[in-house]
């Protein structure tokens, strides 16, 4: 009698459609990775993947190609931490979660400031932006919050008492010279600027963020449980029109990430250890005049990441946020690649930034040194096959547990990107396996990054085209 409950609760969890999705979910990541495995010789069936286990590499190659060939080989370890988080939370955690219901009455809610920084290129893109993401949240019944726009160039937005435009002043420098998008954050910071008490909120969007009601629902959750000063949730691209479909598709791996190694971080450490961004960020006010954005050049690239970081060193604690946030991909390869270098240069700011305690960056370090030798493992497909070296058994099966991982991040960020409903079941299929073929492009593209990055102008802060006329979108 006492284990009918829990097969009837068992049964009840199996029933739900979000539960019966996930199961299939975890049937097929783990079917990926053993077949993986099986194939690429990290469990050892076929008589061929015994072969350079009789190879003599020091004979065959002599001992500097040896050596190099070996700290090659083991360099495809740096990821392995950051896999493991990833193969955690897209297993212990619903990859496809019931839609949030608000637990609270959204008139209850704390002040939020719905913040957004532009340079004030796309005065058309802020404005209609602007306007569909307060009506999201009126038709949630939010009422406390206000829209607050931070902008280097006046965009003489419509009068509306919930939208506040703030113009930083040309002159305008904080303390330590931060620049670009940190140094505008933290003008918005400042006395006799900042209007908010410090038990308001600040939802962090970029200028062609989009919420969504379900993003809305989490977050008054998030505030509600008030367990944590800062949240971060899922954005996806592929939503309405689709500019490039090959930057799209390779984005897929970004909804993965999100879904596996950051998700996990948040709410099993509540700290975001390898990765944070600078969208879909909600922060307790008090606490982000605290940390600040004032953090020199080495914060004023990856400012997001530093933000983070620093939060992360004075004790604060994160927490993941149900729903997602909409935002689109680069429109072009050349932004694709120049968004990737930024991205690379600015975390390489702050991971070498003494200023920032050694336990806050380690993690960082990591997956920024994964990053930064991915022109070396590469090389790894041609060395290995060319050059084969006994390795060991384990070896094996934790470099194809590392492969079969980011392979699977394409995969299941494609599924949470595009719809069954939207798209029917052929084109779905499609664009799960164009994702899929968009990894030589990412491989190419992510190594010019990594070398340009490295040798190139770490000074500057590309923005990526972010608005073209609706007409002009290729569907």
């Known amino acids: 009698m006492s284990a009918f409950p829990l097969v009837s609760h068992f049964l009840k969890m199996v029933i739900t459609k979000s539960n019966r999705r996930h199961i299939?979910?975890?049937?097929?990541?783990?079917?990926?990775?053993?077949?993986?495995?099986?194939?690429?010789?990290?469990?050892?069936?076929?008589?061929?993947?015994?072969?350079?286990?009789?190879?003599?590499?020091?004979?065959?190659?002599?001992?500097?190609?040896?050596v190099i060939l070996y700290a090659f080989r083991f360099l495809s370890f740096l990821p392995l931490p950051l896999c493991i988080c990833h193969a955690l939370g897209l297993i212990i955690y619903n990859v496809f979660p019931e839609k949030s219901q608000i637990r609270g009455s959204p008139l209850l809610a704390p002040f939020i400031s719905i913040r957004v920084v532009t340079r004030g290129d796309y005065p058309e893109l802020v404005k209609r932006n602007v306007f569909r993401?307060?009506?999201?949240?009126?038709?949630?019944?939010?009422?406390?919050?206000?829209?607050?726009?931070?902008?280097?160039?006046?965009l003489s937005l419509p009068k509306n008492p919930r939208i506040r435009e703030i113009v930083v002043p040309a002159n305008y420098s904080t303390r330590s010279n931060s620049l670009f998008k940190s140094r505008a954050l933290q003008y918005a910071l400042e006395d006799g600027v900042n209007l908010l008490n410090d038990d308001a909120?600040?939802?962090?969007?970029?200028?062609?963020?989009?919420?969504?009601?379900?993003?809305?629902?989490?977050i008054l959750n998030f505030l509600f449980e008030g367990k944590h000063q800062i949240g971060q949730g899922l954005i996806t691209y592929a939503n309405e029109e689709i500019v490039n479909w090959v930057t799209t598709l390779a984005d897929s791996f970004r909804v993965g990430a999100d879904m596996g190694m950051l998700r996990f971080c948040l709410r099993k450490f509540n700290k975001p250890l390898f990765l944070f961004k600078g969208s879909f960020v909600v922060c307790n006010a008090g606490f982000e005049r605290d940390v600040s954005f004032d953090n020199g050049f080495a914060g004023s690239i990856a400012e997001d990441t530093y933000f983070a970081m620093s939060a992360m060193t004075k004790g604060y604690s994160f927490g993941w946020i149900d729903g997602e946030m909409w935002e689109k991909s680069p429109f072009s390869f050349w932004d694709f690649l120049q968004q990737r270098k930024r991205w690379m240069?600015?975390?390489?700011?702050?991971?070498?930034?003494?200023?920032?305690?050694?336990?806050?960056?380690?993690?960082?370090?990591?997956a920024l040194y994964s990053w930064l030798t991915l022109p070396l493992t590469t090389s790894n497909v041609y060395l290995s096959a060319f050059y084969p070296i006994p390795v060991g058994q384990m070896f094996d099966f934790l470099t194809c547990f590392v492969g079969a991982v980011n392979l699977y991040l394409y995969i299941i960020g494609a599924v949470k990107s595009f719809s069954v409903t939207r798209y029917g079941y052929l084109k779905f299929i499609l664009c799960v396996a164009g994702a899929l073929c968009t990894i030589p492009f990412v491989?190419?593209?992510?190594?010019?990054?990594?070398?340009?990055?490295?040798?190139?102008n770490k000074h500057n802060f590309y923005i990526v085209q972010k608005y073209k006329p609706v007409e002009s979108y290729q569907v």
Request: hydrophobic share 50%.
């Open 443 to 456: 491989i190419i593209i992510e190594n010019i990054a990594v070398i340009w990055g490295l040798f190139g």
């Open 133 to 154: 993401n307060m009506n999201t949240c009126l038709d949630l019944g939010l009422d406390n919050f206000i829209i607050e726009i931070v902008t280097d160039k006046a």
């Open 201 to 218: 909120w600040i939802v962090h969007l970029d200028e062609e963020t989009l919420l969504t009601e379900g993003s809305v629902a989490g």
């Open 345 to 366: 240069q600015g975390i390489f700011l702050v991971v070498h930034d003494n200023k920032l305690p050694i336990r806050s960056r380690i993690c960082l370090s990591l």
């Open 24 to 66: 299939l979910h975890v049937i097929c990541f783990l079917a990926l990775l053993l077949g993986f495995e099986i194939s690429a010789g990290g469990v050892r069936i076929w008589e061929v993947h015994f072969d350079r286990d009789s190879v003599e590499p020091i004979k065959e190659y002599g001992l500097i190609w040896t």
